[in-house]
């Protein structure tokens, strides 16, 4: 059984910044890349960044130079440092990885999600 749970979402004005956490727990053996996505009303879920287990980012073109991803591989936890918020990015941000458990499988898994709202 594995778990991921995120925290750290919230209400701010455009502008602010705000971190998220994530924390994979359960039957772990190693953890490959992780990520955020995000999804807004009525949009389909996108990718905006993701971090490979030897540090390798990718961000999507609307987060470059404001969010920052990284991950503490001792903790098995990914972290969104959010900068310079703006009203666009208002959406529920789930956590993501790929994991190979201990009874040797290997699965995408998800977090449950923490809405991040920024007003104008």
């Known amino acids: 059984q594995v778990r991921l749970v995120e925290s750290g979402g919230g209400l701010v004005q455009a502008g602010e910044s705000l971190r998220l956490s994530c924390a994979a727990s359960?039957?772990?053996?190693?953890?490959?890349?992780m990520g955020w996505y995000r999804q807004a009303p009525g949009k389909q879920r996108e990718l905006v960044a993701t971090i490979t287990s030897t540090g390798i980012t990718n961000y999507a073109d609307s987060v470059k130079g404001r969010f920052t991803i990284s991950r503490d591989n001792a903790k098995n936890s990914v972290y969104l440092q959010m900068n310079s918020l703006k009203p666009e990015d208002t959406a529920v941000y789930y956590c993501?990885?790929?994991?190979?458990?201990?009874?040797?499988?290997?699965?995408?898994?998800w977090g449950q999600g923490t809405q991040v709202t920024v007003s104008s």
């Open positions: 993501n990885a790929r994991i190979l458990t201990a009874l040797g499988s290997i699965s995408d898994y």
């Open positions: 359960g039957s772990i053996f190693s953890i490959y890349a």
